[in-house]
């Protein structure tokens, strides 16, 4: 009983889609407005009076940060009562908000209490759409306390109305021994034909547009679209050569380790935890010509279902001591100062392997950065709604296509 | 009355299904189409504005993708074809009472996720993996040799994940045929070689294209493979759309690239439909 | 099997002229190239499993942490208490067993009644019928998940478990009304209208008939809709929002670093799809009776 389809079907069809096409011009629709600073201060105080405790928090962050059953989590847990669900979800900012964009702009949970982002486009966006609750001030104790001063002013968020920073730390280069003899020193050693199809870059268009800039010799924080279009030449030399492998989010650090990857743009404390966890034996440095310098902050998703339980969490990591512990797991740069004494106390008191790591913790020029690293770090490219476009479309397609 | 409702049957049965269909396919492609002509970004929202040139800017950039992706695909179906034929061929003319033993043995495979089995050949295929390893330690390869991230991975990825759907259709056709025929063909004298190319291949045509089309239309849209197995000049158009979609965020790109993919693979699949009916395709998708 | 006039075809198209080569050297030639199609299949057999192989040897593997990329070390002990040693990996699992059922109850309920129709009744618009389903089975996957997302995204409908199980019944349902077609073709007519005969109304012959008749095909259907879905990649992963399936959690996890406890359980799948299908394969030989 077949039916070959008939011209008078597909036309029966055809005419009923243009109909409804002509009726569909609905669009997406985009952010509601934002309300001026001083209502939105009384309407986050309104808001956090009417919050309620609860007992579990959901946590989401990048990989290669801690464990899902760390101390601090643990200690946590026995000192509040509060159960902690650790997600390990984000691999790049853009992937992870463009996942939880849609649920929010339709009204729906993220299921998460606490997110981690880097200071990039997506913080900026964030706080464009009023997708993050404002953090309740008066829960921060810790952190007023003991949070060092650079990180209580920070540029992309003044009075730290929305975020506190997590951990702070450097894109530079990684590389393996085993199958690179010379050790890097310059970001031109990521365009060294010898290496070619060994080489990660980075997806993320905000890093890898710092890292042309720096083969180019430009400050990215001061660059002009003239920079961005010569960087973005010389990145798409690097991929037409064929000397890129691929272009990676947090990833790369899977590649590298496998041997598949010998040298890329890497994140500081990922090698060492790498290295901690799968005994492998990669290395990292900060370019000369420069590396780049980035914060990641704790934020609360809008229609969090445990906003207070999330402050606690938020404001615990802020005691010396689990700052301290933060540290020595993950070996990126703390906003406690004071921090690198405990550590130090730390390492004097463990014995054999512990030892050996938390020495090399304590004194790690990339966790305790002198001020000559701080003057070579460069923050990303700043992005302003006006330049967003031009920029990502320089960008993207060296990356993309 | 009777006659009323015994007509109207069909179209009650139909209905349910008919409506999901509706609303869950059909719609949302126009819905598709609509926001490809949408300008605007996440923040401030998008609106429907008719910006055609949407389709000239994402032509002029992903082009290349657009026709790697289908020389992809037509290299991966050729090669579903050469590997894929003579089993098939096997299976149906020799297979005897197993039959569906070495049917259930090739689908074997896909009780397995997809993305794990591309997964594991990605660590079988690793450049310093259980496969490459001991060659270059014996030097029989240069320590710079890959595998991965080369346009050959892809298209091995994506012959090995679409190899079955080729053969199925293949082997319905070939299965139906009478094996009076290849002997009666034989015995007016005609040599294997030519008994098979006169009387057997002509008669699983149909099975053939449908196989074509059951292997080239997935191939041509698929993202994973390229994106677990290829470097950078391997992408297809799929991860450009996945890129647009869950990444970038720019929907309208995005949708108008899913829009012109599914209009070229559109034109095939309706000429086929058009030239062999649809009886072929939905034949063996029954199985 | 009938010989149609398809054979007369085929028996004109052969040479008239007798061949010299054909007769004495058939037999050699025929057990040379018929081996060489049997090392062929096996070959291809072989290399389709391959991959199944190292994820089965792998599960075994007893590595540091979540690089499960060289062998360190034979151990089962992936397979006891430490598989849920991932809560989140559990709850992708959990997730994915779940809309495989929604799913296969939902296309099987609409997509038996679709393929009834398409089966049994000629009636008008069943041309179109026809080119709808084959244009949803024919349909590539990546047009269908963006399709649906911008459809979501434009509704502000939340995305999550309920547009997971929707999408998925999408596709079932034309793969099971297919299936419950093909099995519809080949009814006898006769039965129902014995049936009828005897007094039976038309919901009492539907019952009692013509179900426990397209029961094989049903069943069919449902596996394959159970299959399809609990494979389900890209779909899923443009309209699962936060929530994860094992799928997606594999993807995911492949930037992290696939933790041995992925391989446990794609093996613990693969034997349990084995063992479901054997027994189907039994089964279905004795009901044929």
């Known amino acids: 009983m077949t039916a070959r389809y008939s011209r008078r079907a597909a036309l029966q069809l055809g005419g009923l889609s243009a109909a409804a096409l002509t009726a569909a011009a609905c669009g997406v629709q985009g952010a509601a407005k934002q309300q001026p600073a001083a209502q939105a201060e009384s309407a986050a105080d309104k808001f956090w009076k009417a919050q309620k405790k609860t007992g579990t928090v959901t946590f989401a962050n990048w990989a290669l940060y801690i464990d899902p059953n760390h101390q601090t989590l643990k200690d946590f847990t026995a000192k509040t009562g509060i159960k902690v669900t650790y997600n390990e979800v984000i691999q790049d900012d853009s992937s992870f908000f463009a996942k939880i964009h849609p649920q929010l702009a339709s009204g729906q949970s993220t299921g998460y209490d606490i997110m981690v982002i880097t200071d990039g486009l997506e913080f900026s966006e964030l706080l464009a759409l009023g997708e993050v609750i404002p953090l309740d001030q008066s829960m921060l104790t810790n952190f007023h306390k003991y949070a060092g001063t650079p990180y209580q002013h920070r540029s992309f968020d003044p009075g730290n109305v929305y975020s506190v920073p997590w951990a702070s730390g450097s894109t530079g280069i990684a590389w393996n021994p085993k199958y690179v003899k010379t050790p890097p020193t310059s970001v ?54 064929g000397i890129v492998r691929q272009y990676y989010d947090q990833s790369y650090i899977n590649a590298l380790s496998k041997g598949d990857v010998w040298i890329t743009m890497a994140w500081s404390g990922d090698i060492f935890q790498q290295n901690l966890s799968a005994g492998t034996n990669l290395q990292f440095i900060v370019p000369k010509e420069g590396g780049t310098i980035w914060t990641d902050n704790m934020m609360i998703p809008k229609y969090a279902a445990n906003p207070v339980a999330a402050m606690q969490l938020i404001d615990w990591y802020y005691q010396p001591q ?40 304590a004194s790690s020029p990339l966790v305790w950065l002198s001020a000559a690293d701080y003057a070579r770090l460069k923050n990303y490219v700043p992005i302003t709604s006006k330049n967003q476009s031009t920029f990502y479309g320089i960008f993207q397609p060296v990356v993309a296509g | 009355m009777k006659r009323w409702r015994a007509a109207a049957v069909p179209y009650l049965l139909i209905l349910p299904g008919g409506l999901w269909l509706v609303i869950f ?90 993305v794990l089995r591309t997964v594991s050949w990605q660590y079988f295929l690793s ?94 849209a698929d993202y994973v493979n390229a994106a677990i197995l290829g470097g950078t000049g391997n992408t297809m158009i799929g991860n450009i759309i996945q890129d647009e979609f869950l990444n970038v965020q720019d929907y309208p790109t995005g949708a108008a690239l899913s829009f012109m993919l599914m209009a070229i693979l559109l034109i095939g699949m309706f000429s086929y439909a058009r030239a062999l009916g649809t009886e072929e395709v939905l034949e063996v998708a029954a199985r | 099997m009938t010989v149609d006039i398809d054979s007369e075809r085929a028996r004109d198209s052969a040479p008239a002229a007798p061949s010299a080569v054909a007769g004495g050297r058939r037999r050699p030639r025929r057990r040379w190239g018929d081996r060489l199609l049997f090392a062929w299949t096996w ?15 792998f599960s075994f593997n007893n590595p540091h942490g979540r690089f499960n990329f060289t062998w360190v070390g034979f151990t089962l002990k992936w397979y006891g208490p430490h598989l849920l040693d991932y809560p989140s990996l559990t709850t992708a699992m959990e997730n994915s067993l779940l809309v495989a059922f929604a799913a296969t109850v939902g296309s099987v309920v609409l997509g038996t009644l679709v393929g009834l129709a398409l089966g049994k009744y000629r ?125 997606l959690w594999i993807w995911s996890a492949t930037r992290n670093g696939l933790p041995p406890q992925v391989d446990v359980l794609g093996t613990l799948i693969f034997v349990a799809g084995l063992v479901i299908a054997a027994t189907s394969a039994l089964l279905g030989r004795r009901g044929t009776r």
């Not at chain 2, 994940?161 to 199925?168: A, K, R």
Request: with cysteine; aromatic share 12%.
């Open chain 3, 43 to 57: 070959l291809i057999i072989i290399w389709l499993a391959l991959p199944i192989a190292v994820m089965i040897v």
């Open chain 1, 322 to 361: 689990m700052a301290a512990m933060l540290t020595e797991a993950i070996n990126y740069i703390t906003p406690v100062p004071g921090v690198q004494d405990i550590i130090k106390s730390d390492a004097a008191s463990a014995k054999g392997s512990d030892k050996a790591t938390l020495e090399a913790v």
């Open chain 2, 25 to 114: 396919f059909a719609i949302p492609v126009i819905v598709l189409i609509s926001l490809s002509t949408q300008q605007g970004n996440v923040v401030d929202g998008f609106t429907q504005t008719f910006h055609f040139a949407n389709y000239a800017s994402a032509w002029d950039n992903y082009h290349d993708q657009f026709i790697r992706s289908l020389l992809y695909g037509g290299i991966a179906t050729i090669l579903c074809i050469a590997g894929g034929y003579p089993v098939a061929y096997w299976i149906a003319f020799r297979g005897g009472a197993r039959k569906s033993t070495y049917l259930f043995l090739l689908l074997l495979p896909f009780f397995v996720s997809f």
């Open chain 1, 188 to 241: 031109s050693d990521l365009w060294n034909p010898a290496y070619a199809g060994h080489v990660g870059m980075m997806s993320d268009p905000q890093e890898i547009a710092n890292f042309g800039l720096f083969k180019i010799g430009v400050d990215p924080e001061s660059s002009t679209q003239k920079d961005w279009e010569a960087a973005a030449t010389v990145l798409k030399q690097q991929r037409g050569a």
């Open chain 3, 123 to 247: 009636f008008r618009g069943l041309g179109s019928a026809n080119l709808v389903q084959f244009a949803a089975i024919s349909a590539p996957d990546i047009v269908l998940a963006s399709s649906l997302l911008a459809f979501f995204v434009t509704l502000r409908v939340p995305l999550g478990l309920p547009t997971i199980i929707v999408a998925h019944i999408m596709f079932c349902l034309s793969f099971v009304a297919v299936t419950v077609r093909a099995r519809v073709l080949t009814l006898d007519r006769s039965l129902e209208e014995a049936a009828r005969d005897l007094g039976a109304g038309p919901w009492a012959t539907f019952r009692l008939v013509t179900l426990p008749l397209i029961f094989p095909g049903v069943l069919a259907g449902a596996l394959l809709a159970f299959a399809i879905s609990i494979d389900d990649f890209v779909v899923t992963s443009f309209v699962s929002g936060s929530t994860q399936t094992f799928p």
């Open chain 2, 127 to 220: 450049d310093n993996g259980i496969l490459l390893s001991p060659l270059k330690s014996a030097g029989i390869l240069p320590q710079n040799f890959r595998i991965l991230a080369t346009g050959t991975a892809v298209v091995g990825g994506l012959t090995y994940n679409y190899l079955p759907f080729m053969v199925l259709p293949i082997y319905v056709a070939l299965e139906r045929i009478d094996p009076r025929l290849v002997e009666a063909a034989q015995d007016l004298y005609a040599t294997r070689a030519a008994a098979f190319r006169r009387v057997v291949l002509p008669l699983s045509l149909p099975g053939l294209f449908a196989g074509v089309l059951l292997t080239f239309v997935p191939v041509a």
